[in-house]
């Protein structure tokens, strides 16, 4: 048998990653971006064997038994993963809600899953035109077209952009809303700095200052219903 598209998963499960809900995250391999801002570098590059799903069923039931009652799918990028439908439908089977972690960048699977997916977050990196310098992948139509899905698609959702100082700014921010206008949500989050962070140029930033957050976030209220900020204290 076949072994799951998940690498790793995150042995406490938390109330901060879907909304309402205690969450069990469950990582999978691979990506097709090179964010030097990204703090899974480890997942990044091609996709590695997961666990296998017997293993599965032993985790999923003991967070259940504790009363994790949703799953978070992240990554790496686990659209690029063949067996994610399937994966979706396993957790289902064990009575999870689902949530999925996206780039956005394999609008086709996306598509593909929305009908089991009860949650989508899809990372706005930044301004779509400026995708090649930060992620180091070009792709915008691919992009829009997976923000048209969600915002179309029934499936409750929102989109999050950490804000990097130095780059993200009034200009890029309007940019960005512009792309999302009409959108029910926009998450803002601060970027925390770490040596291990796979850009040199990002381990020695600040973290994003909650002064900035608050005044970007003024800048794309007009676009998107909802502009939250998500950790933006100190």
């Known amino acids: 048998m076949a072994a799951s598209p998940v690498y790793a998963f995150r042995r406490q499960p938390t109330m901060v990653d879907y909304p309402g809900r205690i969450a069990a995250i ?8 090179s964010c030097g801002f990204c703090h899974n570098a480890t997942l990044m590059g091609a996709p590695r064997p997961g666990l296998s799903w ?3 069923d032993e ?3 003991d967070f259940r038994r504790n009363w994790t009652d949703a799953a ?4 790496g990028e686990p659209t690029l993963a063949a067996g994610l439908p399937e994966l979706i439908r396993f957790y ?3 009575g999870f809600a689902v949530k999925l972690d996206t780039n956005g960048s394999n609008p086709e699977m996306l598509e593909a899953c929305l009908p089991d997916l009860d949650y989508v977050a899809m990372d706005v990196k930044t301004a779509l035109e400026d995708y090649p310098s930060l992620t180091g992948w070009s792709r915008p139509d691919r992009l829009r077209r997976s923000v048209e899905l969600l915002r179309s698609g029934g499936v409750r959702h929102e989109f999050r952009t950490t804000v990097i100082p130095g780059h993200h700014n009034a200009d890029r921010m309007r940019r960005i809303g512009i792309e999302l206008n009409g959108s029910n949500r926009l998450v803002l989050q601060p970027f925390v700095p770490d040596e291990s962070l796979p850009g040199e140029t990002f381990r020695t930033l600040p973290r994003t200052p909650p002064e900035q957050l608050e005044e970007l976030r003024s800048t ?3 676009f998107v219903h909802e502009v939250v900020v998500r950790g ?3």
């Open 26 to 33: 469950f990582f999978t391999s691979g990506c097709n971006f």
């Open 54 to 56: 017997e293993r599965m």
């Open 59 to 61: 985790v999923c039931a």
């Open 72 to 75: 978070v799918i992240s990554g």
């Open 92 to 94: 289902k089977r064990h």
């Open 220 to 222: 794309v209220t007009e």
């Open 232 to 234: 933006g204290g100190g």
